[in-house]
C-alpha cells in the first residue's frame, strides 16, 4: 500500500479521514501508524500491513475461527481443492466460476472522471479468487482490487500469492469486516466467499458491505446452506461437522439491509450458497 491509497482509508471507529506517519519501503508503508484527523485513534502499521481494527471487538466466534485461520494458513486452499469434488460433487473452479459470472467482472466500464474502478474482496483469505478476478476484468481496464481479513496468516499467505503469481494492484488491509474502513459508496463491486456464517454479528457485516458498494452495484456473499433435497444421512452428518461453528449455517437472506434490491438467493451446490444484491441509488433530499 502507498501513502497515496490511505486518501481511501477512514477510521474504522469513527469513519474520519486518516494520515501517515512513518517509514516506507520502496513508496510503500511499512512501519508507522494512521492518525485518525477526527476521534484521535492511531493504527498500527506493521511489516506493511495496516491494522485497522479493534481488538477489544472481535469476539466469539471471530476470535476462535481466527486462531483456526492464523493456525492453519498453509492449508486452507488445499483444504478447499480437495475436499470440494469429494464432499460437494462439484469442482472448486465451476463454483468459483459461479458466482464470479454473479459479481460481473466483465460488465465493468472504463469511468473517464471520478475515483479509479475498485473491487472489494471481504475475508480475502489467501487470495484464492484473485486469478479469476485478473480473469475476468475486462483486458486494459485498470482495476484496484482491495482486500480485508482479520488473520494475519491468511492475509501472510496472500501477499506470497501475490509475490509469486505476480498479481498487480492488490492492496491488503487487516480489519474486521464488522466495521470496514473505508468511506460509504467506495467501491464498484463487493464480495466476500466462506465466512459470513462465522461472523458475530452477520447482519452487521451485511451492513457494512452495502455501505461501502456504491449504489447499483453487485454485491455477492456465499457460505455454507445444506440443500434443502439433501437425504442422504453422510452428507447431512458432514455438514454439520463443516459448520461446526455454529447451529445454524444458512444463507443470511432475512438479514440483508431492507432497502436491499434485485435479491437472488441460489443453492450454488450440496453445501454453498450464493447470495446476490444490490443497493439502490440513494434518494435525493430536498
Ligand atoms: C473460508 S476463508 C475464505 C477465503 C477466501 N475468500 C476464499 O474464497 O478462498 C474465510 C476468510 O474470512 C476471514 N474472516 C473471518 N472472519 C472475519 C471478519 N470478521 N472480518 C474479516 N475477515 C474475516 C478469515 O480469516 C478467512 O481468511
Redesign the pocket.
Known sequence: MTPEDVGLLACPSCRDSLAWEGRTRGMRLDEGRLGCAGCGAAWPVAAGLPRLFSEREVRGT?RF??VI?DGLPAL??PL?TLLTPLLQGDTEARLRGHYMRRLALGALEPRPVGPPLRVL??????G??LPLIARDVPPGLDVEVWG????VG?LGRCRRRLHQEGHRGVRLVM????ALPFPDHSFDRVF????IN??RAPER?LAEMARVARPGTPLVVVDEQLDGRERALRHRLAFRLLTFYTRDAHCPRELLPPTAVDVLEEQLSRYYFCLTFRMPPARAVH
Do not use: K, P, Q
Not at 175 to 178: Q, V
Not at 192 to 195: A, F, L, P, R, V
Open positions: 471471530d475461527m481466527r485461520y486452507h486452499d478447499v474482496e471481504v475475508g480475502i483469505g489467501a484464492a479468487n480485508v481479513d482479520l488473520s491468511m480489519a474486521d469486516a464488522h466476500e466467499i466462506g465466512g462465522g461472523y457485516a
